[in-house]
């Protein structure tokens, strides 16, 4: 995919021969060439994940004469990610233009992207900001809409099952005739995910287990939250052949995934108050939607 933007060419004319006339800036110091990774907007992000689609105009200026196979901002795409610090399904980004000091009459001398959990969020500033390219390196999360309000112009981004959440670690653990995942938030055990043999699912599962997993106010070894009345409504709907049973007992809920009388696909175990029928519900969906792929 096409990664040099190069500069435009004036038209042959005007007063020099060259296009521009006297006035023009661009006469004395010309057009830099731009990279594709490098946005400096909204519009020009959502090119960055196709660049097949980038024309140049609304990128930073390239840094390695055109020589994209040895380029540090291609390598740093391809090998340092940047990781969304907050645990939320959707992220809103806002944008703040920096301005050097003293200055009247140009642009903006730099952006501050500022990641909040919705538009009354008020203590973001408590979280580092990131800059344009750091944004183009984010991987697993959906590019969204833009937004603006009386604050300012931002977009939103979209947490996927291709990232698991922030904060959750995932430990896998494997034995010759089952294989174990242990999900730790504020290194407190919070669920454990069993099935036989070797796993047949994908990472995107344990990402959405870890997406329904409670923070750290959640996670303890008390009772859970939920009653055995609320197990009917807990449990997912079947899928094919593809059934699920919900246990609810004092210290723990169990979601079990059974693909015939005695064939147990994976069963799932709960624990901490931190689970309430909601996140219960969502790790049921989770085993639905992956183990049914």
Request: net charge neutral; glycine share 10%.
């Amino acid at each position: 995919m096409p990664i040099f933007l190069r500069a435009p060419e004036a038209p042959a004319g005007g007063p020099d021969g060259k296009g521009w006339n006297r006035l023009s800036l661009n006469a004395h110091f010309g057009l830099p060439n731009q990279c594709a990774l490098r946005p400096r907007r909204w519009g020009s992000l959502l090119e960055s994940h196709d660049t097949r689609r980038a024309r140049w105009g609304g990128f930073g200026p390239c840094v390695n004469r055109g020589d994209c196979n040895d380029c540090p901002v291609r390598q740093a795409v391809d090998e340092q990610w940047t990781v969304i610090p907050v645990n939320v399904p959707r992220v809103l980004v806002r944008i703040e233009p920096v301005f050097a000091a003293d200055t009247m009459f140009t642009g903006p001398d730099g952006w501050r992207l500022w990641l909040t959990t919705g538009p009354d969020d008020r203590d973001y500033r408590n979280r580092p900001p990131l800059g344009w390219d750091a944004m183009a390196r984010v991987r697993g999360w959906d590019l969204g809409r833009p937004y603006i309000d009386e604050h300012g112009e931002g977009f939103w981004l979209e947490r996927t099952a291709r990232v698991p959440a922030w904060g959750c670690s995932i430990v896998t653990k494997t034995w010759p005739s089952f294989t174990r995942h242990a999900f730790r938030v504020a290194r407190t055990g919070v669920a454990l995910l069993h099935h036989h043999g070797d796993c047949a699912h994908g990472d995107e599962l344990l990402n959405a287990i870890s997406q329904a997993c409670p923070g750290p106010d959640g996670a303890d070894e008390e009772r859970v939250p939920v009653h055995w009345r609320q197990a009917r409504e807990m449990t997912p709907p079947a899928v094919g052949d593809l059934w699920f049973g919900v246990d609810v007992a004092t210290m723990s809920v169990k979601i079990v995934a059974v693909d015939g009388p005695r064939n147990e696909r994976a069963r799932l175990t709960l624990s901490g108050s931190g689970w309430t029928a909601e996140r219960v519900r969502a790790a049921g969906e989770a085993l639905r939607a992956h183990l049914a792929d």
